[in-house]
């Protein structure tokens, strides 16, 4: 074990980032220890040598790309550094690295460096990657898919491929994990022409590898975006081998698919918030700008079980509630039905439910 290892009291199990206390990892984390235990950990079981390579295939459904606008805000240590510390192989992701195409008569041209859907298919058809997925998976209309295309074929075909010879999918963000947005109650859509992953809203019979007929292991990291925390330190889990992929994941998981340390089942985000004393004197605010509690704004704090409040965003600056938006419960997997209508009092929603 190497000095500052030893120093700051930490071993390998420390480095079971999934299966830790939350409240401790927090803590471990705002010291900025989780990827010194990471390095400490690569030091004293590979010495010099690099963890094993680890291929990782992005694909993109329907989504805005915010999953990877948030995980590009990754801090302590920054994307890059993390990638080469995990020694990660992004081989292909359609936002980060140049998406392109070449085709004739219908048919994909040229090669896997000139041409991103012939890559993906090398890809895929070669196996030994970890899947993440940003962004539900269309399904209609009627079972087809081609509510959403990329390139040439419609993000199910794209999926399907992908996820057969995946080792594990990592479903990243509330649209790639339950629907999202795009399973929103409507008059004019069917929520099942959409699907996440593993589950679509709670129900994992109706998630899309069950359409599709593919058992794989999966992740759900929710969030609309996921904090790069989240990400990450989940990706460091698996690649320092801590957890055993599908073995632990019963442990590790609650019954949405979430990794327990980042999303507890008996803590919600209402618990940490720095307007609480404003909640228990009854004091609100009834429009933005204000340092109040923000529930006749509609927050749903109660209702998200995450540690935003105490992680926060944006390098551990602020988050939502901090900076004075309601808490919309973005991570669970009935969102966004289960806050609507966003931004309105209860009086209000009863209001605008009539
Ligand atoms: S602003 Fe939201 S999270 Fe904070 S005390 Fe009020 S209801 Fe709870
Ligand atoms: S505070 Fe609420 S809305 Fe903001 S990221 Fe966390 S769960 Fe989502």
Same mark, same amino acid.
């Given at each position: ?11 390998? *199990? ?9 409240? +401790? ?10 990827? +010194? ?101 269309? *399904? ?5 898919? +081609? ?58 019979? +109706? ?38 992929? $599908? ?33 228990? *004197? ?53 969102? $966004?039905? *289960? ?16």
């Amino acid at each position: 074990m190497s000095e500052e290892s030893k120093n700051s009291g930490s071993s390998a *199990n420390d480095l079971d980032f999934l299966r830790m206390d939350w409240h +401790k990892f927090l803590k471990a984390r705002r010291a900025g220890a989780g990827f +010194k235990l990471l390095e400490n950990y690569k030091n004293d079981t590979l010495g010099d040598t690099d963890f094993p390579v680890t291929h990782v295939l992005w694909i993109q459904g329907a989504q805005c790309t915010g999953c990877s606008e948030s995980l590009l805000d990754a801090a302590n240590p920054d994307l890059l550094k993390a990638f080469e510390i995990l020694n990660i192989d992004l081989e292909r992701h359609e936002a980060f690295l140049a998406h392109q195409g070449l085709f004739v008569d219908g048919e994909p041209a040229n090669t896997s460096e000139l041409n991103s859907e012939i890559l993906l298919d090398e890809i895929s058809e070669r196996g030994d990657y970890i899947l993440m997925v940003e962004g539900a998976i269309a *399904n209609g209309p009627e079972g087809s898919g +081609k509510y959403f295309m990329s390139g040439n074929r419609s993000s199910k075909e794209m999926f399907k491929k992908a996820a057969q010879n995946a080792d594990l999918i990592i479903a990243v963000g509330t649209c790639a994990a339950y629907g999202g947005i795009n399973v929103a109650s409507s008059d004019i859509v069917d929520i099942l022409d959409y699907r996440g992953v593993a589950f679509t809203k709670k129900d994992p019979s +109706k998630g899309m590898l069950k359409v599709l007929g593919i058992d794989k292991p999966v992740i759900n990291i929710p969030g609309c975006p996921p904090h790069p925390d989240w990400i990450m330190f989940t990706l460091s889990a698996i690649i320092s081998g801590n957890i055993k992929i $599908p073995d632990d994941l019963p442990e590790v998981l609650d019954e949405f698919g979430r990794p327990k340390v980042f999303f507890p089942p008996d803590h919600n985000v209402h618990k940490d918030c720095p307007r609480k004393e404003f909640f228990k *004197n009854k004091e609100f605010d009834s429009c933005v700008g204000g340092e109040k509690c923000l529930l006749k704004m509609g927050c749903q704090a109660f209702l998200a079980h995450a540690d935003c409040a105490l992680r926060k965003w944006n390098d551990g600056h602020s988050y939502c509630v901090q900076a004075g938006s309601p808490c919309i419960a973005c991570v669970e997997p009935d969102f $966004p039905d *289960n806050a609507r209508p966003l931004y309105s009092s209860k009086k209000t929603k009863k209001k605008a439910d009539r």
